[in-house]
């Protein structure tokens, strides 16, 4: 089986780290790409300045709350681009507020997940998005 090419757009180290160690668990093969603020994801899935080299990422995990550009003008770049509108995108993101939970499926998100702030839980929404996303579903080539 080919290895899923997930780029992970958070800044918050403490998330990078567990979600990089629950993607270890995984039964899938997984390449993860981290990159830390709105602009770097930009630069990334439209290979731009230091990416121009990279993979298209498989399956996007984006916390809206970064810096440079938010989560939301992201999603809505990535959405509007016929290359890469066919990438899910899963909002995985601290906020719960409704507002942001709407204005990311008004934009095309395929999935919002808040991210529960005990370690454990935070470890299980990762494997559930995993099983998910790719066990169960099948991603765009």
């Known amino acids: 089986m080919k290895e899923v090419h997930i780029l992970l757009v958070e800044d918050n180290e403490g998330d990078i780290v567990l979600t990089l160690d629950a993607f270890e668990e995984s039964k899938i093969r997984t390449k993860i790409s981290v990159v830390k603020n709105g602009a770097d994801a930009l630069d990334f899935v439209f290979k ?3 990416y121009i080299e990279v993979d298209r990422p498989d399956l996007i995990l984006l916390d809206i709350n970064i810096p ?3 989560g939301h003008y992201v999603l809505e770049k990535i959405k509007e681009d016929v290359s890469l509108k066919k990438i899910p995108v899963i909002i995985l993101t601290t906020s719960s507020n409704q507002k942001d939970v709407n ?6 998100s395929n ?8 370690m454990e839980d935070f470890l299980k929404v990762i494997l559930k998005i995993e099983e998910f996303w790719l066990q169960l579903s099948k991603l765009a080539k």
Not at 103 to 108: F, L, P, R
């Open 48 to 50: 731009r300045g230091e």
């Open 68 to 70: 440079i550009y938010n």
């Open 103 to 108: 204005k990311a499926y008004e934009n095309h």
């Open 111 to 118: 999935s919002y997940v808040s991210k529960p702030i005990d």
